[in-house]
Nanobody, 124 residues
Framework: QVQLVESGGGLAQAGGSLRLSCAVS????????MGWFRQAPGKERAFVAA????????YYADSVKGRFTISRDNAKTTVYLEMNSLKPEDTAVYYC?????????????????WGQGTQVTVSS
């Protein structure tokens, strides 16, 4: 049973920073591509960032490029999302996802496992 547990969400001011973590258990983490998605109220879940199994390839939504950084530590079976220069429009529930492939993708239905989500609220 693969489990993903996000942490690190909370309240930040515009221009501030937060770091999300996602701890993965129950699978071979180094064989998973990982992704972060977010869902704002009344909107569909949207891609934020993804990283390949080795960490050598990363992908970002245009809306976060240059502000967010995804990384992973295979020894700790954890993936991170460093969020800087936060904006009120970054407010959403952030979800971590795992894909049983070494290749990262940017679509919701290509991920096999999901965390429960962590709320990020950015005040103006």
């Amino acid at each position: 049973q693969v489990q993903l547990v996000e942490s690190g969400g909370g309240l930040a001011q515009a221009g501030g920073s937060l770091r999300l973590s996602c701890a993965v258990s129950g699978g071979t983490f180094s064989r998973f591509a990982m992704g972060w998605f977010r869902q704002a109220p009344g909107k569909e879940r949207a891609f934020v960032a993804a990283i390949s199994w080795s960490g050598s390839m990363t992908y970002y939504a245009d809306s976060v490029k240059g502000r967010f950084t995804i990384s992973r530590d295979n020894a700790k079976t954890t993936v991170y999302l460093e969020m800087n220069s936060l904006k009120p429009e970054d407010t959403a529930v952030y979800y971590c996802a795992a894909r049983q492939s070494v290749f990262a993708r940017a679509t919701v239905n290509e991920y096999d496992y999901w965390g429960q989500g962590t709320q990020v609220t950015v005040s103006s």
